[in-house]
């Protein structure tokens, strides 16, 4: 153990649970009249960039908000439907900041930061008061209180919710927040622009070069801090969960311009999506993980078996999770739910066409919502009939829209059959390394929400993205920030005339030029499709030194091709989504042969994170705490003679003060 | 579900941009599968250009599930198709038939203007948020969340006006390119939870002035909107924001 940190992550002294108070008690303010003066960029409106745009214009600085799309209320995180943990132990059952810090460190395999992961469950609370506040129609009982449930890998009910579209309701809130700012003058929104560039000044980041995606004209911004809130990189394996426009390339021109990059491996793979149905699929859609609380998990006893879901009597199905896992059941953690669902269907027990997907059942949860309901109702003796009419309007409610998506995309009917689902790639845990401030190893370059690494470890439990990227806005970064712009009040802003702007608005001109001048035969999705291939074989839901080795080479032979094939029509002075797409594509080229690399250093199972050479004799994943108890950061040093791309390892070491890292055990 | 394969045609509003002017083109698509989703055809179109050398048609979309309200087209002469309650990334080609044309057009209304093929400008919404779609509270300390108790009908009420994607069909819908179901169901939200309150009669004043500043036209209550949202907005969320206004109206006696 105790090799030095060679890494500074700034975590307070003190006992855990007063890091925080004991930070927010000391750090540097910076007066009000002196706020003013402040520029802040912050890059990405999803619910990390909204609701620190919306605070710190509420402080008082001057802050320009980026995104790509046409409105800050699209951002991914309007997609998220299940729900939003929080420590209120509103249902009694036994929650508490620590039992949810607790949850959190063990769901991420012992990967993340405490401090980090405590503060996080701190907060929780206060997003769940910010937000009701603001008028986020959250779930309620009906005696007029907020109602909770359940997300897997936790035993409390702590997670709240407003139906399926949980993510949408607290996005409109951080979104109208942010445009009450805009209302003030305080917050500039800059729709349609693609930040490209960071731009670096002494050690700083003082800035970045934006393409306005309508007019294709590229644009200097100053600002005293950066701050990249841009989300995750799944779209690196083509089908994923994530929106489409979803992207590495903020967060990688900041990894090429010193920020290290950490735990790029970890991915998470979602146990029920939709699964694939045909060649041309473009993204895969998510059943909200919520369905486990009530939908039952199985596949038949017999190999092969080619009867209807429905024709399969009851004691020849096996509900694997619950026998495998009886003490969480359905509610496994998504890494644990994920790997058994393949282990089923590698083993021939498959459902539907393509034998790659596995029944989520509401058979029976419609019977039992339709006793207790019809016991409300005073009914006696009610038919099954009756019984199934009430179940069926309890679950509608609950997760209508969820079902409605289902059946639109499958044209099944999920109500009178089971849903089939299969895992797919769904969250990033890797991203910026960022210390306990959040900031990157580029001064004054921050990274908020899912772009950092910093709280999930190696799994994400459910419903804590949410929370994770409010904290992060709304309650981390004021503070913060603040800590680091005190001093910066002595210094003027630098006029975008500087020559390190000169530099970094070339390096965007050159590449989009370079990228313009290929004029290949390929294009850029079947490029894409390429590298997803590769990335889901060889560094999907299990990983071998073998395969990650041969990735990391086709990896690089394809960013090759790439360079001497991809056919991108129009110019760069108009709309053009192919270049969009193709200059985000190459990024998550180089970033997928970061990963492999990671996944490789890593010689140990853990969380998302399969390494076949690591299992335990009855398949589960097998740490190894002595060899690997770090975060990687990679720092990137140029582009090797090899075609590879130069990394170097840095070792942020994991230490454990209060909870001891034992075996995770869902038994 | 039964899949099948069809070859279409399909008529394309083209426009390189907001000055220039538009006409359609034919274009011809083989082999779609049922299981497909209309954007994945436009997809394999795209490709099918690209490969041609010639330009892909520029639509908007991101998320594809039904939620961002960022796809925006007309199909067959209805905002996002011919499906009910429905987004256009969620239509499916089994909506189609082997041998259909299929004219798509961009969203129609002098408050959006078309920016390029199907993409339009919906800043204008934004701008009426501004105006007062928001509780005015700063991050800070807000009480318990459990000290605000809410009927739960309200508040299932307030969450279905809040459903709303902001995607603008129902602009589209309307042949006075109104906007009032989407105003409507801001104002709504709002006005039906104890948060909004305090802001309940400046809101529906300045949401409906910057509405009308930015070229939307009157309601004449044909209920297009209504038909035609791909959430189920439901019109009472009309009649809610013509209570409130007549309501604020009343209560205030320095009605700008
Ligand atoms: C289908 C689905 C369901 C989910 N359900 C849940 C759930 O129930 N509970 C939960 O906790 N989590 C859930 N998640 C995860 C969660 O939604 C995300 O992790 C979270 O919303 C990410 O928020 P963010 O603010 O970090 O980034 P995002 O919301 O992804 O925002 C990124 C922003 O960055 C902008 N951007 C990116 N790159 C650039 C650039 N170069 N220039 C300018 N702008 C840029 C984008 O425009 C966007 O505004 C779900 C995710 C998915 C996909
Ligand atoms: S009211 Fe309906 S149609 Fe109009 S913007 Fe909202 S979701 Fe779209
Ligand atoms: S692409 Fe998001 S609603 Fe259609």
Redesign the pocket.
């Known amino acids: 153990m105790a090799e030095k940190n060679i890494l500074d992550n700034k975590i307070p002294e003190g006992p855990l649970d007063q890091k925080w108070t004991n930070y927010k008690g000391h750090c540097k303010l910076v007066n009000p009249s002196n706020k003013r003066k402040l520029e802040v960029i912050v ?8 609701s620190a745009a919306a605070t710190l214009g509420e402080l008082g600085y001057k802050v320009k908000a ?4 046409d409105s ?1 209320r699209r ?11 929080a420590a209120k132990n509103y249902q009694n059952d036994g929650d508490s900041v620590f039992r949810l810090f607790y949850d959190t460190i063990k769901g991420g395999d012992y990967r993340a930061r405490e401090a980090n992961v405590h503060r996080l469950s701190e907060v929780s609370g206060n997003i769940i008061d910010q937000c009701v506040a603001q008028g986020v129609p959250f779930a309620r009982e009906y005696g007029g209180l907020l109602s909770n449930r359940s997300f897997g890998g936790v035993q409390v009910q702590r997670t709240f919710y407003a139906a399926g579209q ?2 949408q309701q607290l ?1 409109l809130g951080a979104y109208s927040a942010l445009e009450r700012q805009v209302a003030l003058g305080t917050v500039t929104i800059y729709n349609r ?4 560039e960071v731009v670096v000044i002494d050690g700083k980041a003082r800035g970045i070069i ?1 393409r306005n995606l309508v007019t294709g004209e590229i644009e200097r911004h100053f600002g005293h801090a950066v701050l990249l ?4 990189y799944g779209n690196v394996f083509f089908l994923s ?3 489409m ?3 590495v ?2 967060a990688w021109k900041a990894h090429r311009k010193g920020a290290y990059f950490a735990n790029p491996c970890f991915t998470q793979i979602h146990p029920t999506c939709i699964p694939v149905s045909g060649e041309n699929q473009s993204k895969l ?2 059943m ?3 369905l486990r609380n009530d939908g039952r998990i199985w596949v038949p006893k017999q190999k092969n078996d080619t009867r209807k879901g429905n024709d399969i009597p009851e004691d020849e199905r096996d509900y694997y999770l619950e026998r495998r896992y009886p003490a969480f059941g359905n509610l496994v953690p998504r890494d644990v739910a994920s790997r058994a669902a393949k282990e089923r269907c590698d083993a021939g027990y498959g459902v539907g066409t393509s034998k790659q997907s596995v029944y989520l059942d509401f058979a029976e949860a419609i019977v039992r919502y339709g006793k207790i309901e019809c016991g409300k109702h005073g009914i006696t003796d009610p038919s099954a009939a009756v019984i199934q009419q009430h179940g069926l309007d309890v679950v509608k409610e609950k997760y209508g829209n969820l079902f409605d998506m289902y059946a639109k995309i499958t044209g099944e009917d999920p109500y009178l059959t089971p849903m089939r689902i299969f895992p797919a790639v ?2 990033t845990m890797g991203g910026l390394w960022v210390d306990y401030e959040l900031k990157t190893t580029i001064d004054g370059l921050y990274a ?4 950092n690494f910093s709280d999930h470890g190696a799994n994400r439990l ?6 994770q ?1 409010l904290s992060d806005g709304y309650f981390v970064i004021p503070y913060t920030l603040g800590n680091y712009l005190a001093d910066e009040i002595y210094n003027q802003p630098i006029p975008t005339t500087h020559p390190e702007f000169d530099k970094a608005e070339k390096e965007v001109k050159d590449r989009i030029s370079k990228l313009l001048n290929v004029k290949g035969t390929e294009t850029v999705d079947s490029l894409h499709r390429r590298l997803g291939k590769i990335m889901w074989d060889k560094c999907g839901m299990a990983r071998t030194a073998e395969g990650l080795t041969e990735a990391i080479n086709e990896i690089a032979q394809l960013r090759k091709e790439f360079w001497e094939k991809v056919k991108i029509p129009g110019s760069d002075k108009e709309l053009n989504p192919e270049l969009e797409k193709a200059g985000r594509v190459i990024d998550f080229i180089e970033l997928g042969e970061l990963m492999c690399k990671d996944a490789l250093d890593r010689a140990e199972s853990c969380g998302g994170h399969f390494r076949e050479e690591s299992q335990t004799p009855d398949g589960e994943a097998l740490r190894h705490d002595d060899q690997f108890m770090y975060v990687s950061a990679w720092e990137f040093t140029g582009e090797n003679p090899n075609g590879l791309l130069g990394e170097e390892l840095h070792k942020d070491q994991l230490v454990y003060e209060v909870i001891k890292p034992t075996t995770r055990n869902y038994k | 579900m039964e899949h099948y394969n069809m070859n279409l045609t399909l008529k394309v509003w083209r426009q390189a941009n907001s000055e220039a002017q538009g006409n359609f083109e034919i274009f011809s698509v083989a082999n779609i599968s049922s299981e497909m989703s209309f954007l994945e055809m436009f997809d394999v179109l795209n490709e099918q250009l690209v490969e041609e050398g010639k330009e892909p048609i520029a639509f908007d979309h991101d998320c594809r ?1 039904g939620i961002c309200g960022m796809c925006s087209m007309y199909i067959n002469g209805k905002p996002h198709g011919p499906w009910q309650q429905n987004t256009t990334c969620q239509l499916h080609m089994r909506a189609f038939k082997d041998g259909d044309t299929i004219v798509v057009e961009p969203w129609r209304a002098k408050a959006f203007p078309v920016i390029k093929d199907l993409i339009v400008d919906r800043g204008a919404f934004d701008r009426i948020i501004e105006a007062g779609g928001y509780v005015s509270i700063n991050t800070g300390n807000p009480q318990d969340a459990n000290n605000i108790p809410i009927e739960k009908k309200k508040a299932d009420e307030a969450f279905a006006a809040a459903a709303c994607i902001g995607c603008g069909a129902c602009v589209a819908a309307c042949k006075n390119s109104s906007a009032l179901l989407f105003v409507g169901a801001k104002v709504s939200q709002l006005a039906l939870l104890p948060q909004g309150e305090p802001e309940r009669k400046s809101r529906v004043f300045d949401m409906l002035t910057q509405m009308d500043k930015e070229g939307f036209g009157a309601c004449t209550s044909t209920g297009a909107c209504e038909a035609t949202c791909p959430k189920g907005i439901s019109i009472a969320n009309i009649a809610r924001l013509n209570h409130e206004y007549i309501r604020a109206a009343v209560l205030d006696d320095t009605v700008h």
């Open positions: 890059v990405g409106t999803g619910l990390a960039g909204a980026f995104c790509y799309q800050p951002a991914h995180s309007i997609a998220a439907q299940g729900g939003i943990n949980t993510g996005l622009h693609e930040m490209e934006a809130c841009t989300g995750g969960t994530n929106a426009g979803s992207n390339t903020a859609t998510l909200s993980e919520s769904h969250y908020l929400g899912e772009c459910g419903a804590s993205a949410l929370m990227g | 599930e």
